[in-house]
């Protein structure tokens, strides 16, 4: 339940999913903080409206700065911590030293400020991915990937995720730390404009403004709406649960050409604008997140609706003269 006490510090708040668990808190009335070492509000502008900015507070800062990070609790009172911010796969790829000390030392340096207030603290909310397992990580009897499968990461971006659940282990084994470890796969609406699986949203926007596009992946796909990913994040956060739990997010499976299909829906036409490459992902799609239900009812929104969605709200930033397709994703 939603209190007017609580005071959240959002890492990674200018990202996609970061801007869209700082909407939904602020819209509840919660005081965030948002901590980013980018200084572009873009998408938090998108998904909340021009005045979105303003309504919390920005710290512009680096996670892999331990003494800022504290610093910054403190100084706001902070009890719930999302930790969201790191390098995706293209960019952990290009420099694996840099993505090993924002994705690993980084949120390190999260559990060790939230160590030293566990008192007032939630749980430990942090960005785990399906990206840690490879393809051959789904139990052979059932074809799920269930939660706690053995992870054989085909990335450095994956072992570092994978290193990162493992770190969660050891607070709470060690410190007593509590936390949640949600692991998205292909995340997409608003906000969505770059990493490896951000073709389908850039799709939806350049076939709204009528241009042709190219998805760079086939396969089947666990479609995860950003508004429910950022709800999961949420509830998390407010949940009691001690140790450190890791949960597979829920969503829609579909292939690349049932997504466009789908886009074509809402967009009649669409279709003639999308292709696609032949390349498969390797995640499986299958996941198994029945153990969810935990954190409370996690909305799974329809494809066509999600869709919908996130077509209106381009139109509208668009028909405001706020929304450059070029800064989001397209060229």
Same mark, same amino acid.
């Given at each position: 339940?939603?209190?007017?006490?609580?005071?959240?510090?959002?890492?990674?708040?200018?990202?996609?999913?970061?801007?869209?668990?700082?909407?939904?808190?602020?819209?509840?009335?919660?005081?965030?903080?948002?901590?980013?070492?980018?200084?572009?509000?873009?998408?938090?502008?998108?998904?909340?409206?021009?005045?979105?900015?303003?309504?919390?507070?920005?710290?512009?800062?680096?996670?892999?700065?331990?003494?800022?990070?504290?610093?910054?609790?403190?100084?706001?009172?902070?009890?719930?911590?999302?930790?969201?911010?790191?390098?995706?796969?293209?960019?952990?790829?290009?420099?694996?030293?840099?993505?090993?000390?924002?994705?690993?030392?980084?949120?390190?340096?999260?559990?060790?400020?939230?160590?030293?207030?566990?008192?007032?603290?939630?749980?430990?909310?942090?960005?785990?991915?399906?990206?840690?397992?490879?393809?051959?990580?789904?139990?052979?009897?059932?074809?799920?990937?269930?939660?706690?499968?053995?992870?054989?990461?085909?990335?450095?971006?994956?072992?570092?995720?994978?290193?990162?659940?493992?770190?969660?282990?050891?607070?709470?084994?060690?410190?007593?730390?509590?936390?949640?470890?949600?692991?998205?796969?292909?995340?997409?609406?608003?906000?969505?404009?770059?990493?490896?699986?951000?073709?389908?949203?850039?799709?939806?926007?350049?076939?709204?403004?009528?241009?042709?596009?190219?998805?760079?992946?086939?396969?089947?796909?666990?479609?995860?709406? #950003?508004?429910? =990913? @950022?709800?999961?994040?949420?509830?998390? +956060?407010?949940? /009691? $649960? !001690?140790? %450190?739990?890791?949960?597979?997010?829920?969503?829609?499976?579909?292939?690349?050409?049932?997504?466009?299909?789908?886009?074509?829906?809402?967009?009649?036409?669409?279709?003639?604008?999308?292709?696609?490459?032949?390349?498969?992902?390797?995640?499986?799609?299958?996941?198994?997140?029945?153990?969810?239900?935990?954190?409370?009812?996690?909305?799974?929104?329809?494809?066509?609706?999600?869709? #919908?969605?996130? =077509? @209106?709200?381009?139109?509208?930033?668009? +028909?405001?003269? /706020? $929304? !450059?397709? %070029?800064?989001?994703?397209?060229?």
């Amino acid at each position: 339940m939603t209190t007017s006490n609580e005071r959240f510090l959002v890492t990674g708040a200018l990202g996609c999913v970061g801007s869209w668990v700082v909407k939904l808190l602020a819209d509840e009335g919660a005081t965030v903080v948002t901590f980013d070492k980018g200084g572009d509000t873009k998408r938090l502008e998108l998904v909340m409206g021009a005045d979105g900015p303003s309504r919390v507070t920005l710290v512009n800062g680096d996670i892999t700065d331990l003494a800022l990070v504290e610093r910054t609790i403190d100084e706001h009172a902070i009890d719930h911590v999302i930790h969201l911010a790191g390098l995706q796969v293209p960019f952990a790829k290009a420099d694996p030293p840099l993505g090993a000390m924002v994705n690993v030392v980084g949120t390190i340096n999260l559990f060790e400020a939230v160590k030293a207030r566990r008192e007032r603290m939630g749980p430990l909310v942090y960005a785990g991915s399906v990206a840690m397992y490879g393809p051959h990580d789904a139990d052979p009897g059932d074809g799920r990937l269930h939660a706690d499968a053995v992870a054989h990461p085909p990335s450095h971006y994956g072992v570092f995720k994978l290193a990162n659940a493992g770190g969660a282990a050891i607070s709470a084994q060690d410190d007593g730390v509590a936390s949640v470890g949600l692991r998205p796969m292909t995340v997409y609406g608003p906000g969505r404009d770059q990493g490896l699986t951000s073709g389908p949203s850039r799709a939806v926007l350049s076939a709204l403004v009528g241009q042709p596009f190219e998805i760079g992946f086939d396969g089947r796909i666990l479609f995860q709406f #950003a508004p429910d =990913v @950022a709800e999961a994040f949420i509830a998390a +956060a407010r949940s /009691r $649960l !001690d140790g %450190a739990r890791t949960y597979n997010l829920a969503g829609v499976v579909a292939s690349i050409p049932e997504f466009i299909a789908a886009v074509d829906r809402v967009l009649p036409g669409a279709a003639d604008l999308l292709t696609y490459t032949s390349t498969e992902l390797g995640f499986p799609a299958d996941v198994d997140s029945d153990s969810l239900s935990e954190l409370g009812d996690i909305p799974v929104t329809p494809l066509d609706e999600a869709i #919908a969605q996130t =077509v @209106a709200l381009f139109r509208e930033r668009l +028909a405001q003269g /706020r $929304l !450059d397709p %070029a800064e989001h994703g397209l060229q």
